[in-house]
């Protein structure tokens, strides 16, 4: 099997103490995040399937003897802010799960009368929504594929849904979750939500910081859809368990400097440090907080703390910080299964332990869906997408009268010896949460 796919394989020195820290791991990473784009080509041998016959010449589709393949388009994050979190999270399962498909010779279209490989169409939105807007239309008008693929982030999904149901294309989200996603569903038929967030993951964060023992904490949020989210609903339900929110700060996109919010919050000696973060920030809030020494009882960065990479990238530091997910092999067998299966198909890499065991059973439903309906129309396939229940990794599943999948193995995480552990309050946890050792 070909395995040319676009994977992060992260090789960051240790060197965690001295200065330009964050430069040095940000810009490490991205070398090898975006050395190759993600590409997708046939592999694998055929396997034996009992198909039914051929359609009649009358019931054909007008493609029938020219179609060779099934056409999927995407337009993600392959360059700018948002690459780490593509490359670190949906991009490596989207990847894998289209090889798997032409591993066993494609899907099975029953119009068609035999199964078609599929082939991914994908641009690069440069991590700007109005790229990303103006290129999903593209791929559907112009390039006329098949099928489309999510971009990555909560605010490029709010902007696609429109997008997908005005063209009568199905979009699985993958990274990406908001409230106002789930006031605007009955606008946006065709839209799926997979991916846990903060209606779920900020009252499971509560609980754990009740259990600790946390009086008071410091938000920090990224000024967008997913931070306004998360810190909106935090600060009331913090307050309500009796947490003292001192401080509640918004950061820029990309920012370079984080030191001033840690050091407020350090001045303010709250008990835990609480950033509702994406990548970039992700980093250099860690980093900075190492290097200029300054320790909270929970330190919890919300995005790609999940992810091997950093943990790879600060070793042992990472010991006790928190962020969403989550899930590890523990979780199921099937959590295992899968979890062997990545690992395996990418020689010896692990994948995040945040939405990578919720975005390929999403798509193993999707890919199932599609082989029920016998066609490449996406309304029929969406109609059979909303009631279905299939087996997959995660088990049996399906969606909600919303069109939200349920079947979340965890909503917290926390970085115990190298496992990424589900440490929810309740029978998912596997195991309990631990204040923050101090840095050395």
Known sequence: MDKSFYYPKI??????????LLTLIIGILLISLL??????????????????????TSDRPDDY??????????VTSLSGVSAI????????????????IN????????????KLPVRLLQYDDQSDIGTMTTLLEKLIVEDKVDFILPPWSTAFHFAAAPIATKYEKILVNAAGGALKLREMIDDVPYYFQVLNFSETQVPALADILVELGVK?????FIGDLHGVEYSGLAVPLFAQKGIDVKMVEVYPANPEDLSTQLKKAKALDVDAFIGYTYPPATFLATGQAIELGINFDVFFLNVITFSPAYRDAFGPLAEGMMGGGAWNPKSSPGAKEFYDHYVDFYDGAEPDYWGAYYYYPSLQHFQQAIVEAG???NSVIRDIMATAVYDTYAGPIGYDEDRFFQHYPGEIGQWQNGIFEVVDVGEKRTAPPIIKPNWP
């Open 65 to 74: 003897d020219t179609r060779t393949e099934i056409v999927f388009g995407q």
């Open 103 to 114: 591993a066993e010779g494609g899907l099975y279209i029953e119009e068609y009368g035999r």
């Open 216 to 220: 008071s904490a410091a938000i920090i």
């Open 85 to 100: 979190g593509v490359a670190s999270t949906s991009g490596p399962i989207h990847a894998m799960w289209l090889a798997d």
């Open 35 to 56: 050395a190759t784009p993600l590409t997708m080509i046939g592999c694998g041998d055929e396997e034996t399937t009992t198909t039914t016959a051929p359609p009649t």
């Open 375 to 377: 066609t490449l129309d």
């Open 11 to 20: 090789l960051v020195r240790r060197t965690l103490l001295k200065k330009k």
